[in-house]
């Protein structure tokens, strides 16, 4: 069972509020992820980050920020929250092996409702 | 493209009987091959995984075959369980940058029936 937190796990808010989705992992990891995922679809990168004060847009475009002040925590933020935004967010991390071979290890997710 | 496809998209089993799933992907170059489970509401938890030299890798009732030639991958169920019931997701990395990007398929929904 990997040591990686978030919260919360459901959410449902109006339209126009700000949010921030937290994720905390203890187990010292350098890398973390965040991903959406909708139902029946891939996991898709929105954010990494390789470690403390780095942060990368991932593949899908995304209108959340992220920071990384700290190495076992990485919230997401929306400052604005549309229906758009109603998906899941998944939050992982991973150790650097050097190997290639890295295992991302991945949070229980939040499910945000945006109405 | 970089591609991951899955299939079938969706399975049904009873009980006690074994199944196979697909994976076939594009992905070039190649680094490394993972099948995840993820639970209804859970974050996916990783099976296995095999690099472009491995062609079978084991996990108790799971096993996973790699053909780095066609670029297909299998991950076969023995004795199904209850609690086999989740999405399996083939997951292809790329050796393209340091990050080792990671490429995912939709998964597999298997429903176990008693």
């Known amino acids: 069972e990997a040591d990686i937190y978030q919260t919360p796990r459901y959410l449902v808010i109006g339209t126009g509020k700000k949010i921030t989705l937290e994720c905390s992992q203890t187990m010292g990891h350098d890398k973390m992820y965040w991903y959406q995922q909708d139902p029946g679809m891939e996991l898709h990168l929105i954010h990494y980050?390789?470690?403390?004060?780095?942060?990368e847009k991932g593949d899908l475009s995304s209108e959340s920020t992220v920071s990384r002040i700290r190495t076992e925590h990485f919230p997401l933020t929306l400052e604005s929250a549309r229906p758009s935004h109603t998906s899941q967010y998944l939050c992982?991390?991973?150790?650097?092996?050097?190997?290639?071979?890295?295992?991302?290890?991945f949070g229980p997710g939040t499910r945000l409702t945006v109405l | 493209k970089n591609q991951v496809e899955q299939s079938p998209q969706s399975l049904i089993i009873l009980e006690g009987k074994n199944c196979t799933l697909q994976?076939?992907?594009?992905?070039?170059?190649?680094?490394?091959l993972r099948w995840y489970k993820q639970d209804t509401g859970r974050g996916p938890v990783s099976l296995t995984i095999m690099t472009f030299s491995e062609n079978t890798k084991s996990n108790g009732r799971y096993t996973a075959t790699l053909d780095a030639d066609t670029k297909q991958s299998s991950l076969h169920i023995t004795a199904s369980q209850l609690s086999d019931s989740a999405s399996y997701i083939c997951?292809?990395?790329?050796?393209?940058?340091?990050?080792?990007?990671?490429?995912f398929g939709r998964g597999t929904q298997l429903t176990v029936w008693p």
């Open positions: 994976c076939n992907y594009t992905v070039s170059p190649f680094s490394n």
């Open positions: 992982a991390s991973s150790d650097t092996t050097g190997t290639g071979t890295d295992t991302q290890y």
């Open positions: 997951v292809v990395s790329d050796r393209g940058s340091t990050l080792g990007r990671l490429y």
């Open positions: 980050s390789y470690g403390v004060n780095s942060t």
